[in-house]
């Protein structure tokens, strides 16, 4: 055998194996550079996809909350108010009433309302026919035919002639009325028109002096708003005693809102410039009083705080700003705060199509009914252990079915619906607190309503002249939504008010100025 040549042709086989198992390594390191390249792109996509997914899903949540903004901007334009939304119980048959037309409608029977405190002026109607003689006549009957007339203001120019004498030395001259401001053509009832179209009808003070010249009598406007001015410059005397009065209820609704003010600003070429600034509210509900109050329209917590004592017993109810939240800090440790169903409502109704938030509103919708069937003759206590028996599983099953709706993998963390249930489950205790007492109610309605005079204001004057303005503005506001609880005729009261003023002296007692306020206020 020639073991040379086979010597020969291995060695030619293995340095071709070599060759290949090179290539081969070759071919695998390109491979695997390939792999690497391809695991960075499948990663940088993955990336991607992720990135997409939360930028998709932010969109979804601004998108859901704009929607939500335009739906209460809807209501705020159409007057709707979401509160009055109701979502009815399942198995609840709704049974539509048809409205009868024009022609079948009547009074059915009811009698017409007349008003008896009007002034009456009784007129006879006989037979005007040119045959028809009274003497001649016999009277069948008698029936009475009720008009009302309309008068527009009047206007009356009153020329008081002051007569002077002298007598034995001594000159003596007759006692002219007083006015309420000094050197003044306007008394007390010019005054306090003026105070009520603007403060209690939210009638700018341009469109108060129309109104006014249409009916005879031009003004300008610095007159009408010099006679606020210092018409609340009066008034000053009984906001120290307003504030302590209303600070004694224990039982005290607060909020605040928004109002724009002027502001000076040497960077502006006309020296002013527009600032938000806050009103705030504190309604007395036992006494039937509200103390409006400006800060230099700050909203921060040291307003409340400066504004509240610490020693304060009772009941705060508000809405969930965060400033609020002190009340339950050891800062106030014998006050207890109360929070707004219906703020917490309103949350849920503004968002449409959605199970999970109409079930939540159908669950207050319970508390809610359960409150209407409280007789009115009822006693505290009856009221009490009725909150106490109906409530606390009404309450408990709100707070199971909202951490159950939070838990779902369908509920996102930046969704409107997570929203609310946060909201919700942060002001839970507070929701509760209003089962301890018989005379705390479940939402703050109560200054809400009256913080509607601020929005109407807002919406016809857009702007207080001033900080200083604004204060003014807090403090007539104060005593005009106070008549308004009282059920008192505003016009009537800061006539009489300013007429009493002129006659009290700075260092007059509290209690006298006290019986001034509209809740014991007598003419």
């Not at 045959?131 to 009356?156: A, L, M, Q, S, W």
């Not at 939210?202 to 009916?215: D, G, N, T």
């Not at 969704?415 to 209003?434: F, G, M, Q, R």
Request: a positive charge; hydrophobic letters at 35%.
């Amino acid at each position: 055998m020639d073991y040379k040549r086979i010597a020969l042709l291995l060695e030619d086989q293995l340095k071709l194996a070599a060759q290949r198992e090179e290539e081969l390594l070759k071919v695998i390191a390109d491979q695997n550079e390939q792999l690497n390249i391809l695991t960075a792109e499948v990663k940088s996509l993955n990336s991607s996809i992720l990135s997409l997914e939360k930028a998709l899903l932010e969109k979804n949540a601004s998108l859901e909350g704009q929607q939500s903004k335009v739906r209460i901007l809807g209501k705020m334009v159409s007057g709707k108010k979401s509160e009055q939304v109701s979502v009815p119980d399942k198995g609840t048959t709704i049974i539509a009433k048809v409205k009868p037309s024009l022609k079948e409608r009547g009074n059915n029977g009811a009698r017409r309302k007349e008003y008896f405190n009007l002034e009456t002026c009784h007129h006879d109607i006989y037979p005007d026919a040119a045959e028809f003689k009274v003497e001649e006549g016999k009277k069948i009957r008698t029936t009475d035919c009720i008009r009302y007339e309309f008068i527009p203001p009047r206007f009356i120019k009153h020329i008081y002639h002051q007569h002077y004498y002298a007598c034995k030395g001594t000159v003596y001259a007759g006692s002219l009325p007083a006015v309420p401001l000094l050197n003044s053509n306007y008394d007390a009832s010019f005054i306090a028109g003026i105070l009520q179209l603007r403060y209690i009808y939210s009638m700018p003070v341009e469109r108060i002096i129309k109104l006014f010249a249409e009916h005879g009598f031009e003004m300008n406007k610095a007159t009408a708003h010099g006679l606020i001015k210092k018409a609340a410059g009066l008034f000053d005397l009984v906001e120290d005693v307003l504030k302590e009065t209303v600070l004694s209820d224990n039982y005290l609704s607060m909020d605040e809102s928004y109002y724009t003010v002027l502001t000076s600003d040497t960077n502006n070429s006309s020296g002013k410039s527009t600032a938000k600034g806050y009103i705030w509210a504190a309604l007395a509900n036992h006494l039937k009083l509200v103390h409006f109050f400006y800060e230099n329209g700050s909203r921060s917590r040291k307003v409340l705080t400066g504004y509240l004592r610490e020693d304060y017993r009772g009941a705060i109810q508000s809405d969930g700003l965060g400033n609020y939240k002190i009340i339950e800090k050891e800062a106030y440790p014998d006050a207890i705060r109360l929070s707004c169903f219906q703020h917490c409502k309103r949350k849920f109704l503004n968002i449409t199509g959605n199970k999970d938030a109409e079930k939540i509103v159908r669950i207050i919708n319970r508390l809610y009914q359960n409150e209407h069937r409280i007789p009115p003759d009822w006693t505290a206590c009856q009221i009490l252990d009725y909150r106490n028996k109906y409530a606390p599983p009404i309450l408990k099953e709100l707070k199971e079915e909202l951490i159950n709706i939070k838990n779902k993998k369908s509920t996102l963390p930046k969704s409107e619906l997570s929203k609310a249930i946060n909201y919700t489950l942060n002001e839970y205790d507070a929701l509760c607190n209003y089962i301890r007492s018989a005379d705390y109610a479940p939402d703050n309605n109560a200054i809400e309503r009256l913080m509607r005079y601020i929005s109407l204001s807002r919406r016809n004057s857009l702007f207080c002249g001033s900080h200083q303005g604004a204060k003014r503005a807090a403090l007539i506001y104060s005593l005009a939504c106070s008549c308004r609880l009282n059920n008192i005729n505003s016009f009537e009261y800061f006539k009489d008010l300013l007429t009493k003023l002129i006659d009290i002296n700075p260092n007059t007692d509290h209690e006298t100025i006290r019986n001034l306020l509209p809740h014991k206020w007598q003419r």
